[in-house]
């Protein structure tokens, strides 16, 4: 029989569906067009670098099998069908006459029971059911339970009539160890070398991306299988550095699924017309829980319809809340289970599934999950850590993913385990063929997100891996910035050749006293000089500098051989302060705090502009949206929630959360204005009911319309404020910053295309940064470290962009502020903005400017007391940073004035 011919036959008895005849054409092609051609059977003989250049003239994509066995990954999305590929991938080999021997790897034991099962004749999804030789010879299966007892040694290389299936999981061959690798009476030699030594071996690899780690690769590698067939919907490794798999020979995403219907549609779900920050966060969980079931009980009713109307079987489909813990999960078992929420329906129908603490699924949970495909008594799971493979089921239509956000929710993790039809196609009514998502806090981003051409939810297109292309072969690095401080005084960091070479010390005893010192200056001598950088040249301070680092040193120093020089630490130490001084721009720390208590409140007063005060209830419809085509349909709910007391309530629980409200002194002042607003919604709503739905859907914004007439009648009393210097000065910290690869850093002045993407790079080349690499925000800012890093800018000393917490500038209710430049000239120190023309007026934006211009006049009443150079702020329009800019008329235009130092409630004192 010909190879076509055998082919053809596959995918017609098996029903392949496309990806997967592609997927058994592609080890056609290769197996015909490689080494191993004509090799009828296989027998290891070809060479591996032979057969992976046989392999990357027909597939480029394939650069290298990252292991010591020709092996073929083919990626698959969730729900088409890698079990069938499987038995697909064996029929071929066996038929053609390359292979009668296979061995399939699971990763736990849960697939593996499954793997079995699929394996066996006159069972439900049995992978070889059509196949004409199978169905009167099946193979012969081997399981890592049954291995010893010699099944398939003797018999079927008797009979030489049919295939040899061995099925194990890694941890059978790791714990069986010792029982498999011992001798073996039926065939002389141990089970494990049996294997190895058959010399047609085809191993096939479910779940591949968990075979990547150490002990899973062993266990491979030793099998020594003539040929690797890898399947998995994720190729990349496990871990904190996920690296793509570079033997990819195939890639069926999970929106070409969607798009060719072998996978439900994914659906996002929201009220109609929901504002998620109108409510508490307990009140949103309840809402989205309550919600869920609605869509849980209408996908259930739907499903019996279509069962009823065509005669197949009934699914029983459930929901499955995703809760963050196991403390909150048992809250939420609690109150799905309770009298309150729907009346009890549902006590005694929800179960909770528990992972292992590591974040993989324990084997009893993945145990209990896909026992649901056949529990009718179990309508909600409540699952806590994130979802992993192994437990794909057929009826689950709803998820409710708690505190997450659009990235979690859009994940193969999330949507893949719900994705599976029921009824192996889709049927053409929309709820039996939909999956749903509960997402009221994240619907819009969700939304957006889906839109992005590189979601999992779009139709991918094709990606290159390897040098040049689109995916880096090298993962992802991080890359040290230590400022040129460090690295000129300690040899430590990176930096270029030059500044490598701009070493201050030649000896490592040397450089190894400069870090001591460099150490204590940062632990005890930053708050210790409150007059700033400059005490660092007293010698009585560089004494005692150097007093702290011979005591350091002491130990080291005694144990250095005869003859060798003892470090000089005085010197050492004079060198470390000139270039301290040198290298560093003095930023003091100085925290502001009031002279007395603030006592506050509001005068009293009636709200006005109620008229203008018309907001709706909200519809009583759920509004579900598919995430591939944004069709939308809704759903009629019932109105669930836990009541309050009274009206008032619900504002007032928004106005405690003001910071300038104190209920216990202003409680009766807040029910008199809540009243007056549940006043105005009584007179023009019909009834209680929809009083209560405005102030549930509205009522953060019912309270901020109060608290904003609140504003206008605050008080407080009045008093000074006092600013502390914590510190006279601060050594700069190391950054990091990922990259591909040290090599990736771009000249800063080089222009990137598309600006937009500006942010994604880390820029490298400066002659006057503090630091050897810096990332910029945008491409102004990249263009203003051009300007002033110019030869032209012949003021400019040194400049850097801080790092998060150089500076302890807050400009509203703790938000910390982090400027984009700071600039030290040979006359003044500047903090400089660089914003869109078009957010210049933002308020934000404008209450970072006056933060950071009362911060200037702090630093500036310090400078005046130290002898220090004198701050200066500006915030600087995009459209103004062009090349023949400068940074005295930038700042002569947008430099921003502090208050005078006489301003009589301002105080400076050092902190003791």
């Known amino acids: 029989m010909t190879s076509e011919r055998i082919l053809r036959q596959i995918k017609a008895r098996l029903s392949l569906r496309t990806p997967q005849a592609d997927s058994l054409d592609i080890l056609a092609d290769i197996v015909e067009h490689s080494p191993l051609e004509g090799l009828v059977p296989f027998r290891k003989a070809a060479s591996v670098t032979d057969m992976l250049d046989a392999v990357h003239a027909r597939y480029a994509g394939v650069s290298d099998f990252e292991r010591d066995f020709p092996s073929l990954c083919f990626t698959l999305a969730t729900g088409v069908g890698k079990t069938r590929l499987m038995g697909a991938f064996i029929s071929y080999l066996y038929l053609s006459g390359r292979a009668k021997n296979f061995f399939v790897l699971a990763p736990n034991t849960t697939i593996y029971d499954k793997l079995i099962a699929d394996f066996k004749p006159n069972t439900e999804k049995y992978v070889f059911k059509g196949v004409a030789e199978f169905a009167q010879m099946p193979p012969i299966l081997i399981t890592g339970d049954t291995w010893d007892q010699g099944r398939g040694l003797r018999g079927g290389d008797l009979l030489g009539e049919t295939a040899i299936i061995n099925i194990f999981n890694v941890d059978k061959i790791n714990k069986d160890q010792g029982r498999i690798k011992k001798l073996h009476e039926y065939i002389g030699e141990s089970y494990f070398d049996y294997l190895a030594g058959l010399p047609d071996l085809v191993l096939l690899m479910d ?14 590698a030793e099998l020594k299988p003539v040929l690797g067939l890898e399947l998995t919907a994720t190729p990349r490794s496990t871990g904190g550095r996920s690296e793509r798999f570079k033997n990819v020979v195939y890639d069926y995403s999970l929106g070409e699924a969607m798009r060719d219907g072998f996978v439900k549609e994914p659906a996002v779900a929201t009220r109609k017309d929901f504002r998620p920050d109108s409510v508490t966060p307990d009140q949103l969980e309840r809402i989205k829980l309550e919600d869920g079931i609605h869509c849980h009980e209408n996908t259930k009713a739907e499903l019996d319809i279509y069962a009823r109307s065509t005669g197949r079987p009934t699914v029983h489909p459930f929901m499955l809340v995703v809760a963050q813990d196991t403390t909150h999960a048992e809250n939420l078992r609690q109150l799905i289970e309770s009298e309150g929420f729907f009346d009890g329906r549902y006590k005694a129908r929800v179960i909770r599934v528990d992972s292992a603490t590591r974040g993989e699924e324990s084997e009893e949970a993945t145990a209990r999950l896909l026992a649901l495909e056949s529990d009718t008594d179990t309508d909600v799971v409540i699952h806590v850590n994130k979802l992993k493979e192994g437990w794909d089921v057929r009826n689950l239509y709803t998820i409710v993913p708690l505190r997450a956000s659009a990235s979690d929710i859009l994940t193969e993790q999330t949507l893949g385990r719900g994705l599976r039809l029921p009824y192996g196609v889709r049927t053409g009514v929309e709820a039996v063929d939909t999956l749903t998502i509960i997402a009221h806090d994240r619907f819009d981003d969700v939304i957006r997100a889906a839109r992005d051409p590189n979601s999992i939810v779009a139709i991918r297109k094709t990606v290159i891996v390897g040098e040049g292309g689109d995916v880096s072969p090298q993962g992802a690095t991080v890359l040290d910035s230590r400022t040129l401080l460090e690295t000129s005084l300690t040899g430590q960091g990176g930096g270029s050749a030059e500044q490598q070479a701009n070493l201050v010390f030649s ?15 940062s632990d005890r001598y930053e708050r210790e000089l409150k007059k700033g950088i400059s005490q660092l040249s007293e010698p009585e301070v560089q004494a005692r500098i150097t007093r702290d680092v011979e005591q350091a040193l002491a130990p080291i120093q005694a144990k250095l051989e005869l003859g060798e020089p003892k470090v000089n630490v005085a010197q050492v130490v004079a060198a470390v302060a000139a270039k301290v001084t040198e290298l560093t721009i003095a930023i003091p720390e100085i925290v502001v705090i009031p002279t007395r208590e603030v006592t506050f409140g509001f005068h009293d007063f009636d709200l006005t502009g109620l008229d203008a005060i018309a907001r709706q209830p909200i519809s009583d419809e759920i509004m579900v949206q598919r995430l591939r085509d944004e069709a939308r349909t809704y759903l009629a709910r019932r109105a669930e929630g836990a009541r309050e007391e009274q009206p008032e309530n619900y504002l007032v629980r928004h106005l405690m959360d003001m910071p300038e409200v104190d209920y216990d002194s202003q409680s009766e002042f807040l029910f008199k204005l809540s009243g007056q607003m549940v006043a105005r919604l009584r007179a023009y709503l019909p009834g209680d009911g929809e009083v209560e739905n405005v102030l549930l859907v509205h009522g953060k914004d019912l309270a901020r319309f109060i608290f904003e007439q609140m504003k206008q009648h605050y008080w407080e009393t009045p008093t000074d404020y006092r600013a502390t210097v914590a510190r006279g000065f601060q050594l700069l910290r190391p950054q990091a910053f990922n990259v591909p690869n040290s090599q990736a850093v771009r000249n800063f002045r080089q222009l990137v295309v598309p600006a937009g993407d500006t942010r994604k790079h880390v820029f490298g080349g400066f002659q006057r940064c503090c630091y050897p690499y810096q990332r910029f925000q945008s491409n102004e800012e990249r263009e203003f ?45 500047l903090i400089v903005e660089v914003k869109a023309a078009n957010e210049m007026t933002d308020p934000i934006v404008q209450a970072k400017a006056r933060a950071a211009t009362k911060w200037v006049l702090y630093a500036n009443a310090h400078a005046a007391e130290t002898g220090d150079k004198l701050w200066a702020y500006a915030l600087v329009p995009h459209d103004a940073v062009l090349p023949s800019a400068t940074l005295a008329g930038l700042m002569a235009r947008y430099g921003l004035m502090a208050p005078a130092l006489a301003e009589p409630s301002v105080r400076l004192a050092t902190a003791e």
Do not use: C
């Open 507 to 521: 000896s490592d005893g040397e450089r190894q006293a400069a870090d001591f010192a460099l150490r204590l200056i």
């Open 207 to 220: 779940e591949a991306h968990r075979y990547r780690a150490k002990a899973g690769m062993r266990a491979v």
């Open 785 to 829: 470290a051009v300007l002033i890093d110019s030869a032209n800018e012949t003021t400019v000393l040194r400049w850097m962009k801080p790092g998060s917490r150089q500076f302890r500038i807050e400009y509203a209710n703790g938000q910390p502020y982090e400027p984009d430049f700071v600039v030290e000239t040979s006359t003044q120190k």
